[in-house]
């Protein structure tokens, strides 16, 4: 088998060159003075309602677009104030599905501004000008091709008012539906976790407005509060505008399924070696019991309140997860992963029973605050809740805060179906939402999915699970996966949180000692488990696939393979090489393609649906020069960020190139007729990456991983000439070699002894 190579060398950055042109319609689209007047009239109530309700200095207005619309197409005028950008004033953003003429179900775009009254005047008003113009020199309706004559048309000013003015309320009165107040439809009975939007008023003292109380302690990020049931009654009744988000604060636990008949472990089984330098992964869960054979392995914190009392179950399931990433190969040798044995800091953060998702998501920020050493966490905690189709949960937005901020990767369990569940297609729970975590479904032994499993996707577009690992799954003991929970014996469980720790290890083997950055550990497992069964549709129950048990399988490559690891940071707008020598034989590349993309962007959850700031689109494929520019043509046909003007809709670049999603997975088909691909002059293969934020200019460089594998047509080993030739473009080519890797992790660990 072949090592992965890691690739170091010089990515070149560029700011986007291009400059938007004048605002059009889309071809073959209009716009009515009347749609335009009936918008008029939707502000003008909106602003009667917002001077006599006075309560958030301000107003909040919910436009309603006629479909999912980009960045580019959302207001450029109406709204305004300051001079600033309308998507400035963005305070939430949903989803919601109506049906057309036809009865076809349309997903369209909700986004919810908080603005001064005046923005409302000034739009109304701009609207006004605009209607007059339509209906005196375009008989009432304006067409594309009157808006792209206005386009080229020298002057700078087109009759009442600027041609900019005019041409951009065409636009947004194009893309607009309707103007609304947006209010909470679901009254809250049980105490909760309400989001409320973010207005110019100190939360506390919007909230007294109300006759609502509350101190520091149950305010989360600003505007996320816990409310006891009449608070909340409170808030729906007297100010339901303001409700962004809610959710049941109580979360119970999913069970896992277990037999509680138990083997005695035998004398030799028990025994276990003391711990020396082994990387330590972090436990949040329930508790752990002291008097198991590994417990010199564990170090364990309570974190509860001593006066919280604990019985035997709540030692069982936390005791459990930390066994596997102990001891796990020991119990079920037929999962050995070959990365040994590895420590565990534990921390009990709830009963059997349940938890606060308020309290825990005050824990767990605190937690990895204060273990900055550990960089891979496991949480087999979930929700018997589903996720709401329109919000992040607050758990899972916590996380991915964290991990943006800690340079952390969670491992988080895909919940499980609870017994006696009749309903179909059950959607995975709270926090397993989280979009920078890798989250983990189950597999039976055989490879299918778990009879428990949940599914996703979250947000209605993004791939959760993940991936999917061996929980077990069945009735009897050889179906089981194998634990220790006690001083008793082993037990037979199954369950996602019994996969999820299996992955924990894999990720502290590549991150900790293989020393390889989470981005590329995350993506390495991604990639794998993908393979090359390429689906044009990831399956919404085992997510990119199953990953494979042993270490091996992800750091090594068949000998008809070359995979290689590229790691940088994108700094503009564009970041990219086109400096990677496949290599050609008869002039052509006899090489199938893949490659998986990861970064960890930071999130809003306030956005709502547009939940990630950060979107990174990869390209990477052949170099090809023309008109004496050089360009990649990419394996997957991507064509959005090309200079060329190509019209590519924000549903179908969803959909098609994971516009937005933070994992990007492109792979070529392996057909039965194998064509090598034509060598262009060059002979040179390029990677480009371009970033766009949805709100405002990044500060800091966004480090991304990629993992590139290439399969050669005709089974031939090709990776000497990969090296070489890398090596006479000036890359730095290093061989993943495990046993060298463990050299160097324990020498690094020594202790230094001077004479």
């Known amino acids: 088998m072949n090592n992965i190579l890691q690739l170091k060398g010089r990515f070149e950055q560029r700011p986007n060159s291009s400059r938007p042109g004048s605002p059009k319609l889309p071809k073959g689209k209009s716009v009515s003075s009347l749609h335009l007047i009936e918008l008029s009239e939707q502000l003008k109530r909106i602003l009667e309602y917002w001077e006599t309700n006075t309560d958030i200095n301000g107003a909040l207005v919910s436009v309603h677009y006629t479909h999912i619309v980009a960045k580019s197409n959302r207001l450029k005028i109406l709204l305004s104030e300051n001079s600033k950008s309308p998507t400035e004033s963005i305070k939430g953003a949903k989803f919601i599905w109506e049906s057309d003429e036809d009865g076809k179900e349309i997903q369209k775009h909700v986004f919810t501004h908080y603005i001064s009254l005046k923005a409302i005047e000034k739009a109304i008003e701009i609207l006004s000008e605009t209607i007059s113009v339509i209906e005196k020199h375009f008989n009432g309706n304006i067409t594309s091709e009157d808006t792209e004559k206005i386009a080229e048309t020298p002057a700078d000013r087109f009759s009442e008012f600027s041609k900019s003015n005019f041409l951009n309320a065409v636009v947004d009165g194009f893309y607009v539906e309707s103007f609304d107040i947006d209010r909470a439809t679901e009254e809250i009975t049980e105490e909760s976790i309400i989001t409320i939007y973010q207005t110019g008023i100190e939360t506390k003292k919007l909230l007294s407005k109300f006759g609502i109380h509350i101190v520091d302690e149950r305010i989360i990020d600003g505007t996320t509060l816990r409310l006891n049931p009449d608070e909340a009654k409170l808030l729906y009744n007297n100010a339901s505008y303001l409700i962004a988000m809610s959710i049941t604060d109580f979360s119970q636990l999913t069970r896992d399924e277990a037999l509680d008949d138990k083997e005695e472990l035998s004398n030799e089984e028990n025994l276990i070696p003391h711990p020396i330098n082994e990387p330590v992964i972090g436990v949040i869960d329930t508790h752990f019991n002291e008097k198991v054979y590994f417990h010199e392995w564990v170090e364990y914190k309570n974190l509860l309140d001593p006066n919280i009392p604990l019985t035997a179950k709540d030692y069982e399931h936390g005791t459990e997860v930390s066994y596997i990433i102990v001891d796990g190969p020991q119990?079920?040798?037929?999962?050995?992963?070959?990365?040994?044995?590895?420590?565990?800091?534990?921390?009990?953060?709830?009963?059997?029973?349940?938890?606060?998702?308020?309290?825990?998501?005050?824990?767990?920020?605190?937690?990895?605050?204060?273990?900055?050493?550990?960089?891979?966490?496991?949480?087999?905690?979930?929700?018997?809740?589903?996720?709401?189709?329109?919000?992040?949960?607050?758990?899972?937005?916590?996380?991915?805060?964290?991990?943006?901020?800690?340079?952390?990767?969670?491992?988080?369990?895909?919940?499980?179906?609870?017994?006696?569940?009749?309903?179909?297609?059950?959607?995975?729970?709270?926090?397993?939402?989280?979009?920078?975590?890798?989250?983990?479904?189950?597999?039976?032994?055989?490879?299918?999915?778990?009879?428990?499993?949940?599914?996703?996707?979250?947000?209605?577009?993004?791939?959760?699970?993940?991936?999917?690992?061996?929980?077990?799954?069945?009735?009897?003991?050889?179906?089981?996966?194998?634990?220790?929970?006690?001083?008793?014996?082993?037990?037979?469980?199954?369950?996602?949180?019994?996969?999820?720790?299996?992955?924990?290890?894999?990720?502290?083997?590549?991150?900790?000692?293989?020393?390889?950055?989470?981005?590329?550990?995350?993506?390495?497992?991604?990639?794998t488990a993908a393979g090359w069964n390429r689906k044009d549709d990831v399956s919404h129950s085992i997510g990119y696939g199953i990953v494979p048990r042993h270490i091996n399988e992800i750091l090594k490559s068949s000998n008809d393979e070359i995979r290689f690891i590229l790691t940088g940071a994108s700094e503009e707008y564009e970041t990219y090489t086109y400096n990677l020598p496949v290599p050609v034989v008869d002039n052509a590349h006899p090489f199938y393609a893949r490659a998986t993309l990861v970064y960890f962007p930071q999130c809003d959850r306030n956005q709502g649906v547009d939940y990630t700031s950060t979107e990174m689109d990869i390209h990477f494929g052949r170099v090809i020069v023309e008109k004496g520019k050089a360009k990649i043509k990419p394996i997957d046909n991507n064509q959005q960020s090309e200079d060329k003007l190509i019209t590519i809709y924000e549903e179908d670049a969803r959909k098609m190139y994971r516009k937005w999603d933070n994992i990007k997975h492109i792979s070529e088909e392996i057909k039965e007729r194998r064509r090598p691909r034509k060598a262009y002059a060059s002979g040179l293969w390029g990677l480009k990456i371009n970033t766009k934020e949805r709100l405002q200019r990044r500060k800091e460089p966004l480090q991304f991983g990629v993992v590139v594998t290439l399969k050669e047509m005709n089974g031939v080993n090709r990776i000497d000439d990969f090296i070489k030739m890398c090596m006479a473009r000036g890359w730095l080519v290093n061989k993943l070699d495990i046993e060298n890797q463990l050299d160097v992790y324990a020498k690094a660990d020594e202790d230094i002894v001077f004479e």
């Open 331 to 527: 119990g079920n040798p037929a999962l050995d992963d070959g990365c040994g044995r590895f420590r565990v800091r534990h921390f009990g953060v709830a009963t059997h029973k349940g938890f606060s998702s308020f309290t825990v998501l005050k824990m767990i920020r605190n937690i990895v605050a204060l273990n900055r050493d550990i960089k891979v966490w496991n949480l087999s905690l979930g929700s018997k809740l589903e996720i709401k189709p329109n919000f992040i949960s607050p758990e899972a937005a916590e996380l991915d805060r964290i991990q943006s901020e800690y340079d952390v990767i969670f491992v988080v369990a895909g919940t499980n179906r609870s017994d006696g569940e009749t309903k179909k297609d059950m959607r995975i729970g709270s926090p397993e939402d989280s979009l920078n975590s890798l989250v983990v479904n189950a597999v039976d032994f055989r490879g299918k999915s778990a009879s428990y499993t949940r599914v996703g996707p979250v947000l209605s577009f993004f791939h959760k699970p993940d991936i999917s690992y061996y929980g077990g799954d069945g009735s009897s003991y050889i179906d089981k996966m194998v634990v220790c929970r006690d001083e008793l014996g082993a037990a037979y469980v199954n369950g996602t949180s019994f996969a999820a720790p299996w992955i924990s290890r894999k990720l502290a083997y590549l991150i900790h000692i293989m020393g390889l950055s989470r981005e590329v550990a995350k993506a390495l497992l991604i990639d």
